[in-house]
């Protein structure tokens, strides 16, 4: 079955750049969805198609996905930022969630 | 405003069963792929099934294969997970999700999830 690989946390100073990765094979031939979740809360979907943002997204929020790696980019990081944001796609007829990346902002 | 709430949780033996639904509305239910995803304690997303808009196809997780099933009622704006033969590990938040219109990958809107509990 298809995996995604995440960094298990990333810390950023506020008003710098996160950025959190998501590892899988050849996953650059695959759309990729990121969803994001705060503490006690239920995910949200902030990109979805690798590089789209739905509607009430900030444009702080940017998606890339490339070769064996698709990228979430959480620019002038917020404090409401803090989450952990889980990547997707869809594997053999099923949905894969990646591992989960813990976003702190110092 | 869009809105899913889930129902059905609670506490039951291993062995047991127990049925989930979710309510939706503010959209077009029946124009959409609906899925559930569970989360254990302090762990990551797990996509479980989904089900096409007319229900004629229905995808799962291998975990659950057998022993869950995904139903909708479009009538009625529902969607359903029948859950038989339960292990300690299918406890989680089980949360109902909306595809996105046209495009059955991307989890568009989400419930607030029911906890489902496995334990003697």
């Known amino acids: 079955s298809y995996e995604l690989t995440q960094t298990f946390s990333v810390s950023v100073a506020l008003g710098q750049t996160a950025r959190i990765s998501c590892g899988g094979n050849n996953i650059g031939s695959k759309n990729v969805h990121w969803y994001q979740q705060k503490a006690g809360q239920a995910p949200v979907l902030v990109i979805y198609r690798d590089t789209n943002r739905p509607s009430g997204i900030p444009e702080r929020f940017s998606g890339s996905n490339s070769g064996n790696t698709a990228t979430l980019t959480i620019s002038r990081a917020q404090a409401g930022d803090e989450a952990d944001y889980y990547c997707?796609?869809?594997?053999?007829?099923?949905?894969?969630f990646g591992t989960g990346t813990k976003v702190t902002v110092l | 405003e869009v809105q899913l709430v889930e129902s059905g949780g609670g506490l039951v033996q291993p062995g047991g069963s127990l049925r989930l639904s979710c309510a939706a509305s503010?959209?077009?239910?029946?124009?959409?792929?609906m899925n559930w995803v569970r989360q254990a304690p302090g762990e990551g997303l797990e996509w479980v099934a989904n089900i096409k808009q007319d229900g004629s196809e229905k995808y799962y997780v291998d975990s659950v294969k057998g022993r869950f099933t995904i139903s909708r009622d479009n009538a009625k704006n529902s969607l359903f997970l029948q859950m038989n033969s339960l292990r300690a590990e299918d406890t989680a938040v089980y949360y109902c999700?909306?595809?996105?219109?046209?495009?059955?990958?991307?989890?568009?809107?989400w419930g607030l999830g029911t906890l489902v509990t496995v334990s003697s």
């Open positions: 997707q796609v869809w594997g053999s007829s099923t949905g894969v």
């Open positions: 503010g959209f077009t239910f029946s124009s959409c792929w």
């Open positions: 999700a909306s595809s996105l219109y046209g495009d059955y990958s991307v989890l568009q809107f």
